[in-house]
C-alpha cells in the first residue's frame, strides 16, 4: 500500500516559499508537516471507539510556528538540549556558541533548525526535508548537509530518519520536539501514563545541564514519590520534568510506551538514539492559538526527544557526539500508534 502525499502553498518566511503536507492512508489516517524546521504539524490516528483524532500540538497556520518559543513539533539541531557555558572544544579548538539559556546554549541557539526553511522532496511514500548549515553558524563548525525524512505507513507508523555529512569535524545532536497529548482534547498530559525502558538516567543540575553522572533511576525522588521507569502523571505531584534516560538495550522492547486512558490511544517509541530526554512542557507557552483554538500551557503536551545525551562536548564518557568528515550521522526515531 502506498502513501498518498499532497502540498499546499502555507506562506513566505524569509523570502523562502512554505508548504504544509500532508501524508494519508487510505483507511483516513494522516500527518501533516511543513517545510518551516521540518515541523510535525499533526497526527491523526483513531481513538478505542475508532475517531480520528491529532494527537500532537501544533498551529492551524504558519504564523503559530513563527511567533512560538516552545519549538513546538520543530527538527532541532545543530545540537538539542544544552551545552554548558555556551561553549566546547574540540582537537584543542574552543568555539563559542550563541548564549540562549542563561550562559548556556540551548537547541542550537537563535540559529537553531527549528526556525528554517528546509528545502524539499516528495518521493511516492516519503517526505524528505534537506538543510544546509554553511560553517560558522550557531558558533559550530562545518558546513554540514541535513536531511530528514518522515514516512507514514498502514501500521500507523510514523518513521523519522536523520543522516548528515560535514567537511569539517564538528558535533551534531538533531531530534525532534513534539509535544504529545494522545487524548486528542484540551486538556492537559497529567492523566497519561508513560514506561520508558531505562534502568539509569543523568544527574541532572538546577539549571538542566547533566554533572556527568549516571544514576540509578529509582535514587531520583520527586514530590516524595519515586519515579522510576514506570510514571503516571498526577495534578497533586507534577511540577515538571526535564529529565534525560539511558535507553536500556537489553530488550526488543519499545523505548518507551506512552498510553491515554481517557482515549485508550497508546503510542510506542524506538529509536537508535542512546538517550531519550522526557519533558513534561512546564515552560510550555503559545502567542497563537493552536489546535483547539488555545494557547498552549504548562503540561498542555510531552515531549519524548530521542537524542545523544545533552552537554555530551563536556563529558568524554557519554556516547560521541562527534561528527568526522566522511562519516554519515545515521539515526532514527519510530512511533507507532494503537489503542489498548
Known amino acids: 500500500m502506498k502513501e498518498r502525499i499532497t502540498t499546499q502553498r502555507w506562506g513566505k518566511h524569509q523570502e523562502k516559499e512554505v508548504y504544509l503536507f500532508r501524508i494519508e492512508n487510505t483507511d483516513g489516517t494522516f500527518v501533516e508537516l511543513t517545510n518551516y524546521g521540518a515541523s510535525m504539524v499533526s497526527i491523526h490516528v483513531p481513538d478505542r471507539k475508532g475517531e480520528l483524532g491529532n494527537v500532537v500540538l501544533g498551529f492551524p497556520s504558519l504564523e503559530g510556528y513563527v511567533q512560538d518559543r ?74 554540514l ?111 518507551a510506551i506512552l498510553m491515554d486512558a481517557s482515549s485508550g490511544r497508546k503510542m510506542e517509541v524506538f529509536t537508535s538514539y542512546p538517550g531519550m530526554l522526557l519533558y513534561t512542557g512546564d515552560y510550555l507557552f503559545s502567542q497563537v492559538p493552536g489546535h483547539h483554538s488555545k494557547n498552549y500551557k504548562a503540561f498542555d503536551g510531552l515531549c519524548l526527544e530521542c537524542q545523544y545525551y545533552p552537554d555530551s562536548p563536556h563529558h568524554p564518557h557519554f556516547p560521541s557526539s562527534i561528527l568526522e568528515v566522511g562519516q554519515l550521522y545515521d539515526e532514527f526515531i519510530k512511533l507507532r500508534f494503537n489503542t489498548f
Open 70 to 143: 516552545s519549538y513546538v513539533g520543530a527538527t532541532i539541531g545543530r545540537f538539542a538540549n544544552r551545552i554548558k557555558g555556551a561553549e566546547f572544544t574540540l582537537d584543542g579548538k574552543r568555539y563559542v556558541l550563541e548564549d540562549n539559556d542563561h550562559g548556556n546554549s540551548n537547541h542550537g541557539g537563535t540559529s537553531g533548525f527549528h526556525a528554517k526553511v528546509f528545502d524539499f522532496e516528495v518521493g511516492e511514500d516519503q517526505l524528505t526535508f534537506h538543510l544546509h548549515s554553511p560553517n560558522g553558524e550557531g558558533g559550530y563548525p562545518g558546513n
Open 145 to 255: 548537509r541535513l536531511s530528514v525524512s518522515y514516512s507514514w505507513n498502514e501500521h500507523h507508523e510514523m518513521y523519522i530518519h536523520y543522516t548528515a555529512h560535514t567537511d569539517q569535524k564538528t558535533i551534531t545532536n538533531f531530534t525532534n520536539h513534539a509535544y504529545f497529548n494522545l487524548s486528542s482534547e484540551a486538556q492537559s498530559i497529567l492523566d497519561h501514563e508513560l514506561n520508558i525502558e531505562a534502568q539509569e538516567m543523568l544527574e541532572m543540575g538546577a539549571d538542566f545541564i547533566p554533572t556527568g553522572k549516571i544514576i540509578p533511576v529509582a535514587h531520583i525522588d520527586f514530590s516524595q514519590d519515586k519515579i522510576r521507569s514506570k510514571m503516571t502523571f498526577r495534578n497533586d505531584t507534577v511540577k515538571g520534568l526535564n529529565s534525560c534516560y539511558v535507553l536500556d538495550r537489553k530488550t526488543e522492547k519499545p523505548d
